[in-house]
């Protein structure tokens, strides 16, 4: 044994070699002639490049919200139905949450969905989970879509 070598790694040099290689880690789920063809595509590639993006436009959006709502407003005693009314009748205003809103969700449903790819054993469980997670991103992007855009100030 070597100085630079100590009792752990010696194991570890020993251990593994020409003729008794490292084991080979299968992946999860290996592809197969039944794969479906919808999951050869880059999907995920474009999955985790999306979430990279939207993650930087996210911090920059949900920042500039934070900063102009709570401190050059006035703080969080300010922010009532007047104050939304005030913000939402400028265009400008609806496009910044509306861009906020579909941004948020679809890049939660999206590390939502590689969790549930990754820790849903069973096939069937794996769909449900996903519909139900498809169903409500749809349903929440809808309705707040509906909300900032159909806002009246003048319900009474």
Known sequence: MSAETTPATADAVTLYDVDNPAPVIE???????????????????Y??????????????????????QLVLDGGVSKVGFAFVAGRWASPFWQVWDLTMLWLAMLHGANGLRTVINDYAQRDRTRF????????????T?????????????NIR
């Open 128 to 139: 449900w989970l996903k519909m139900l997670l498809y169903t409500a991103t749809v349903f």
């Open 47 to 68: 999955g985790w490049l999306f979430m990279r993006l939207s993650g930087i436009v996210l911090v920059v959006l949900v920042l500039g919200h934070l900063l102009i």
């Open 27 to 45: 992946p999860p789920r290996k592809r197969t002639k039944k794969t479906p063809k919808s999951t050869r595509t880059n999907f995920e590639m």
């Open 141 to 153: 992007v809808l309705l707040g879509t509906l909300v900032i855009f159909t806002f009246d100030p």
